[in-house]
């Protein structure tokens, strides 16, 4: 135990000491905060029109119940609709209004702002429509940005012990520990434990500033914990893959689209795909973090997710133990 | 200048070589493609589902709908199913239809409480559908101009690869010039460099050299082997080369606030995630808040667009814009190397 402790005191003195730990921890928190600033103004948008101040101003009253509307000389319009984003342009040409598009649009957004002119130019209704919300306090976006930033706040905890791992390789510190009673599932363990506790502390600070305190924390502790081997699994890949900080940041910059991208990627793709994921233990901690903030039902549930993900992890750093004990040159 | 920076060059490359960066490339890559080719639908799927019950005794509607292409999937027996369906699935939308289709109404359920323009957006289909049911013509009131031949429809698979260009090829030297400093500060041979006689210039360029190099090969690889020669590879070419030299430069500037790579990582991660908030403007066409259309990648994305989809909109103005970031970007590049990394003491 105490070669573990004397290990982690270490790198926690070294973190203090160039202020990594404030970086670890506060950098993530303040990406987050910035999300979820940024999250309602994406989820209020509507459609967006660039009006000639020569249209009536009870045509801009009705528009903006529709979204955005500036408004501007009719030379303008044309200019404002040639900007990148997608902005429907209206002028009124003699008596009736003219709908200005780029063409590029897409059709069902074409369908829309179509809808919208027939509404505002034709008086006639034919339904009455009234909303119904199930009541659920849950936004998509908010949903999926707060398990990208779970990952990322895992997987920065792992990188930093990863960093700590090729810094040792490359001034070779590692030659010390090499030579000191250390065995390598000691280290593994130094490595994971104090990652995980960085990682941890990082994740439940985000889904507190995220997801606010709505959600089951027993279960993000209990993921988190059974996390804890994936988080060690990451350190220890980038620490005896690379020798340097240039291939640290390669293999950094191969892990991160397969650790946060393929699972998120199943997101998007029809569930037949999904078994082709099964191999990943992030997959696995993507559904279990995914049963935590997805407010709708999920397929595989909160439990079977977070133990495989743990069993799936385990497993790796087994089967890969020797050959991390070997690249490190430790016992 | 020229024999020192390809000297310099070649050394940089070497490095870049010699650290997995070319097997990391290639296993990106093959994902990269693997994903386009195998796994994105070609199809563009929809948003959300749109599930439905007639509640009216004809059920003229629903019969309508299934002639007109709804999938019965989305036909419902009971307002209990729709409410159901609509509890398992964040992205529909419930629709129940009550009355005549002379005298409708529609009962719209929703998983969340939705914002006021999204509900009349729903609300402007649901007029459309009834007024063209009722053999109304609507569409006489105005008139619809289109400033270019409306585009055709992109395949799903393909739209993801200006994103990738944007956001995996182009950012390479954003993270690998920092790295590169990095190394050289920890192993003393920026020292070195201080005394010899070769530039700030040379430094900067040598480096930005090695990521366009490395971006051009990686980009209009992924290209060529996802789309084909359907694609203007000058183009593409040219904004893969002022794209690379543009997020060298800031990389640079970035990195010469830190002194390792532990330090930088989390700062550089942050700002890596905020050059990426363009794709919201690619899933929300019409969401383009300032911060976001300020990124340099929010022009680039549109520019790789544009070349890869034409739909007939200049480049030219965008090009130029991004030409007078990267000048910009050059000059604060060269004065913050040149204090902060040239000088001894740092």
């Not at chain 1, 997608?86 to 002028?91: D, H, K, S």
């Not at chain 1, 598009?101 to 897409?106: A, F, K, Y």
């Not at chain 2, 509607?61 to 369906?85: C, F, N, P, T």
């Not at chain 2, 908030?277 to 520019?303: E, Q």
């Amino acid at each position: 135990m105490k070669p573990i402790l004397n290990l982690i005191r270490q790198d926690i003195t070294t973190a203090l000491r160039d202020n990594l730990m404030v970086y670890m921890l506060l950098a993530p928190l303040l990406i987050a905060l910035g999300m979820k600033i940024f999250i309602p103004s994406v989820e209020m948008t509507g459609l967006s029109f660039a009006v000639a101040d020569t249209v009536s101003p009870q045509v801009v009253e009705r528009l903006h119940e529709y979204g955005a509307v500036e408004v501007m000389k009719e030379a303008e319009v044309q200019k404002r609709i040639e900007k990148i984003d997608t902005v429907a342009g209206i002028i009124e040409k003699g008596d009736s209004l003219t709908l200005i598009l780029e063409g590029n649009e897409l059709p069902k957004l074409i369908e829309i702002y179509r809808g919208v002119m027939e509404e505002i130019t034709f008086d006639q209704r034919f339904t009455e429509i009234t909303h119904r919300s199930l009541g659920k306090e849950a936004s998509m976006l908010s949903e999926i940005l707060t398990i990208v930033m779970l990952m990322m706040a895992l997987m920065i905890g792992s990188i930093v012990s990863g960093f700590n791992i090729v810094g040792e390789r490359d001034t070779k510190a590692i030659n010390s520990i090499a030579v000191s009673p250390m065995t390598t599932t000691q280290f593994v363990f130094a490595r994971g434990i104090l990652a995980s506790i960085v990682a941890g502390a990082v994740a439940i600070g985000t889904s507190l500033i995220m997801a606010g305190t709505g959600v089951d924390y027993t279960r993000l502790i209990i993921v988190l914990l059974l996390s804890s081997l994936m988080t060690t699994l990451l350190a220890l890949i980038v620490g005896a893959s690379a020798t340097n900080q240039i291939g640290a940041i390669a293999i950094i910059k191969l892990l991160t689209p397969m650790y946060m991208g393929l699972p998120m990627l199943t997101f998007f793709l029809p569930e037949k795909f999904g078994y082709l994921f099964y191999w990943l233990p992030n997959y696995w901690q993507f559904k279990a973090l995914g049963s935590i903030y997805f407010t709708h039902p999920q397929s595989i549930g909160f439990w079977s997710a977070s133990i495989i993900t743990f069993a799936l992890s385990g497993f790796y750093i087994i089967a890969f133990s020797r050959y991390i004990g070997k690249k490190l040159n430790l016992r | 200048m020229t024999k020192g920076l390809m000297n310099l060059f070649k050394k940089d490359l070497v490095i870049a070589f010699r650290n997995a960066l070319f097997w990391v490339l290639i296993v990106t890559l093959i994902l990269m493609i693997v994903t386009i080719k195998f796994l994105i639908p070609d199809t563009q799927e929809e948003e959300g589902y749109r599930y439905f019950y007639d509640k009216s005794e004809s059920k003229l509607l629903e019969r309508i709908l299934v002639q007109s292409g709804l999938e019965e999937k989305y036909i419902l027996k009971s307002s209990e199913e729709v409410e159901a369906a609509v509890e398992d699935s964040p992205q529909s939308v419930g629709i129940i239809f009550e009355g005549s289709i002379e005298k409708p109404r529609f009962a719209i359920l929703h998983q969340q409480e939705v914002n006021a323009y999204q509900k009349k957006m729903i609300d402007v289909s649901i007029e459309g559908l009834m007024a063209s049911l009722a053999g109304v013509d609507r569409s006489r009131g105005y008139e619809i101009q289109y400033l270019r031949p409306i585009a055709e429809p992109v395949s799903g698979k393909l739209t993801a690869i200006p994103s990738l260009l944007a956001f995996e090829v182009l950012i390479l030297g954003f993270m690998f010039v920092a790295v590169f400093m990095f190394q050289e500060k920890e192993e003393g041979s920026i020292r070195a460099y201080r005394i010899s006689p070769s530039s700030t210039a040379i430094y900067i360029l040598s480096k930005t050299l090695v990521f366009v190099v490395i971006g051009l090969v990686y980009g209009l690889s992924l290209v060529m082997l996802t789309m084909g020669f359907t694609v203007n590879y000058l183009i593409i070419g040219l904004i893969i080369v002022l794209g690379s030299i543009l997020y060298s430069f800031l990389g640079a500037i970035v990195a010469v606030f830190f002194n390792n790579i532990s330090e930088w990582f989390v700062i550089g991660t942050g700002l890596l995630m905020l050059n990426m908030s363009p794709v919201l403007s690619h899933l929300y066409p019409t969401f383009s808040p300032r911060i976001v259309t300020m990124m340099p990648s929010y022009s680039i994305l549109f520019i790789f667009n544009e070349t890869m989809f034409p739909t007939g909109k200049s480049i030219t103005p965008w090009i130029i814009s991004l030409s007078i970031m990267t000048a910009i970007a050059y000059i604060i590049c060269y004065m913050l190397v040149d204090r902060k990394l040239m000088k001894e003491g740092h």
